[in-house]
């Protein structure tokens, strides 16, 4: 049986951070975990200015100083070309659409993708990714990661050499659509889309812990969200968006959406790729394939795992992590 496993330093290509002094414990736990991070801007007030990048990056750099760190800017209005550069020059790789009201702090979210269309010409011209939150607003719950896709199509389509990412697919349509696309579209998985379904969220009790978006959704969506993460197609590549919010945020009567998974992901991942058999297919997933399609190099250095159970606090910096108060296998 094995007992050790050693892979390269995880990347992880989707990160919440969040901002001030929270941002400062999770920056400093993120740099625990992961080599690499890709942070996203959907902070208060967002990251969409080349000053605001250069900014998030130090803060979180003065946190976890040997974290590698890539930074997002939020594509809620059209920018110029100088932006762009200088959004490039001060560390962003990729721009991060939200469709308007779709999740947390989405409220400058921009309601017609078409209306940013020359912004995203100019990514494709400056070789920025485009990362999608891809969910249809005003649509029904668990229709509107399907109901997204059209608009990716589309975007392939208009704009054939730019690299998108569809970020934490959740539904059979999208691997599909996702699959069928060419080589420069691809997508995050995170580790809560690939062990829980709505039941997790609603079955039994209510599950505020588990309460993310794109909401978990049947068991046919998780196992083909599954299926893409053990199939070593390159396309498909570790997100965690690790989105913690305080006890009280999520304990409410409006609770706030996302997972709080970056403490645990790793070694989760490594328990699922193992009842999977699929272990020589995770360090593809959880570190080259992401470093690969970002165009950077991939990791060097090493972490080691030890088949060592430990118990998940049931809190983290003011935060219930993934499988809060269970045993996991791997250290
Ligand atoms: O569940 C989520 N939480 N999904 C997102 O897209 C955003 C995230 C957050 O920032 O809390
Ligand atoms: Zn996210």
């Not at 400058?108 to 990514?123: H, R």
């Not at 039941?199 to 588990?210: H, T, W």
């Not at 969200?225 to 390159?234: D, P």
């Amino acid at each position: 049986m094995l007992q050790e496993l050693e892979l390269p330093l995880p990347n992880d290509f989707h990160i919440h951070l969040r901002q001030g002094e929270a941002l400062v414990n999770y920056a400093k736990s993120a740099g625990e975990q992961f080599g690499l991070v890709m942070a996203m801007p959907n902070t208060e007030p967002a990251i969409d200015s080349p000053e605001l990048v250069k900014k998030y990056k130090e803060e979180i750099l003065a946190a976890a100083p040997n974290l590698q760190v890539l930074l997002t800017f939020k594509l809620n209005k059209n920018y110029t070309e100088q932006e762009l550069l200088a959004m490039q020059k001060n560390g962003a790789v990729a721009a991060k659409y939200y469709p308007f009201g779709v999740t947390t702090n989405s409220q400058d979210g921009v309601s017609k993708i078409e209306d940013i269309y020359p912004t995203i010409a100019l990514l494709e011209k400056l070789d920025l990714v485009l990362s999608l939150h891809g969910e249809e607003p005003g649509v029904f719950c668990l229709d509107k990661e399907k109901d997204f896709l059209k608009h990716l199509e589309k975007l392939s389509k208009t704009f054939p050499k730019l690299r998108i990412v569809l970020e934490h697919v959740s539904c059979v349509e999208a691997v599909e659509c996702v699959k069928s696309l060419p080589e420069n579209i691809a997508a995050t998985i995170t580790v809560h889309h690939l062990i829980l379904t709505l039941d997790d969220i609603i079955g039994d009790s209510l599950r505020p812990q588990n309460f993310c978006k794109p909401l978990p959704k049947l068991p046919k969506d998780r196992d083909a969200v599954r299926a893409a993460a053990f199939s070593g197609n390159k396309k498909f590549f570790f997100g965690s968006d690790s989105a913690p919010h305080a006890l009280e945020k999520k304990q409410s009567l409006s609770g706030a959406a996302g997972v709080y998974s970056a403490p645990v992901a790793v070694p989760i991942l490594i328990e699922e790729f193992e009842k999977e058999n699929k272990l020589n297919l995770l360090a593809d997933f959880v570190s080259n394939f992401g470093a690969d399609f970002y165009k950077i190099p991939r990791q060097t250095k090493k972490a080691t795992y030890v088949k060592k159970e430990w118990q998940v606090p049931k809190t983290i910096d003011g935060a219930v992590p993934l499988r809060a108060g269970e045993t996991l296998k791997w250290s």
